[in-house]
């Protein structure tokens, strides 16, 4: 799989394997077109008169024009396979020692759920850092700083992630020297990011591409209250990618945050956007999947001019960070087929539930489904899908 990482902007923000910088790329550039210069007019040089001429029609062009290089049909699938799951906290080592004795534990129950899509998404909200120093002040228990070891980068290497959101309100919590050394770990072990501000993140399935963006309400990552910003990075993106995907880290939190509408969020006086707003706007604009997360709940799935927005994801691993009281311990495995086009073909609720300590397993008895299903016949209850039993999504 291809990974490349752009900015609108034109900068570079270091895709897996790097992007060659803006002198580069004109370098790059000059040198292409004078060595196609050069070619041509020593072409042109063997059509120039001599003692002995050719007429025209004696001269034989392919021994002068260069050869057209065959070009491959390309090896198009006819349909995408995304998995997607929310908020990952595999514990912290700041500012007390909160890590499990065995870490293969994280997604030992859900690794069979996790496989088989062509791209697995997650939001991780912490850190992969041995920096020392948070600019959070953790002493009075109002703000939380999240940091793992970074050799659990083979933990998400092993589950099979792709790439992995950092627009969300912990990816800072160790500075900029805490992101990059995130950034840097997750490229290592081939998981791309997004989430930094004007990125554009591709993948490649096949010889399709899929671009992802990441959006949240904090200043150093796109922010869903900027419409006309998201416009331009979906219009950009749009140039090179068959299917756009967003990732959205907004809306207020906790069993209180569980419906949705077309409204502004706040939590805890900060101001979270309105996710049902940005996502049909953005769609409207060429987003193609919305994949919410945040709330740290599950919540209402819609469809919107064919295209699916899953509102949030709810948490995915949480050990010793994150509550699992009553529905904060439902949580899921979004499943989505699309078309080439972008638009929803069918999807699957994978329902998971976080133990006392916050790590997954397979829920047997179909609790965040039963959930998804209410909230989306309560917030939408004209929505184009239907959710059975058994979480299959489908168009109506």
């Known amino acids: 799989m291809r990974v490349s990482a752009l900015s609108l902007l034109g900068f570079s923000f270091g895709g897996l394997w790097g992007l060659l910088d803006h002198g580069q790329l004109q370098g790059q550039s000059r040198q ?115 940091r793992s070891p970074p050799d659990y980068r083979y933990l998400f290497q092993e589950a099979g992630f792709d790439i992995v959101s950092l627009a969300n309100n912990h990816s800072m919590d160790f500075g900029e020297i805490g992101l990059r050394d995130t950034i840097r770990n997750f490229n290592e072990v081939g998981i791309a990011t997004v989430g930094e501000r004007y990125q554009i993140t591709y993948l490649d399935v096949e010889d399709v591409t899929i671009a992802f963006i990441g959006f949240s309400t904090y200043d150093f990552h796109n922010d869903i209250n900027n419409i006309e910003l998201a416009r331009q990075l979906i219009a950009e993106a749009d140039k090179q990618a068959e299917v756009i995907v967003l990732s959205i880290h907004a809306g207020a939190e906790g069993t209180g945050a569980m419906h949705v509408s077309d409204r502004q969020e706040y939590f805890l006086s900060e101001d979270r956007g309105n996710i049902v707003g940005f996502s049909r706007e953005a769609i409207d604009a060429g987003a193609d999947l919305i994949l919410g997360h945040g709330p740290h709940i599950p919540r209402a799935i819609n469809l919107y001019n064919d295209r699916l927005i899953a509102y949030s994801l709810a948490d995915f691993v949480g050990y010793q960070t994150l509550s699992t009281e009553g529905a904060l311990a439902y949580s899921l495995i979004l499943e989505v087929e699309l078309n080439l086009e972008g638009e929803f073909i069918s999807g699957q609720i994978i329902p998971i539930h976080l133990g006392n300590t916050g790590i997954p397993v397979p829920d047997g008895q179909f609790r965040t489904v039963n959930l998804i299903r209410n909230l989306t016949q309560t917030d939408f209850p004209n929505a184009p899908i239907m959710i059975d039993e058994q979480g299959q999504i489908l168009v109506k």
């Not at 001599?50 to 491959?72: D, G």
């Not at 995408?80 to 700041?94: H, P, Q």
């Not at 065995?102 to 697995?120: C, E, R, T």
Request: proline residues 11%; without cysteine; negative net charge.
């Open 32 to 146: 292409l077109g004078q060595t196609v210069l050069a070619t041509i007019s020593q072409n042109l040089d063997r059509l120039t008169p001599s003692s002995s001429p050719q007429s025209p029609a004696e001269t034989n062009l392919s021994e002068v024009l260069p050869e057209t290089p065959e070009i491959p049909t390309p090896n198009l699938p006819s349909s995408i396979r995304i998995k997607a799951v929310g908020d990952m906290i595999l514990g912290t080592n700041y500012p007390s020692h909160r890590l499990p004795a065995d870490p293969s534990l994280f997604f030992a129950n859900v690794m069979k759920d996790l496989q088989g899509a062509d791209i697995l998404f997650g939001n991780y909200e912490s850190t992969l850092t041995d920096h020392p120093n948070s600019p959070k002040d953790t002493s009075r228990g109002t703000q939380f700083a999240f």
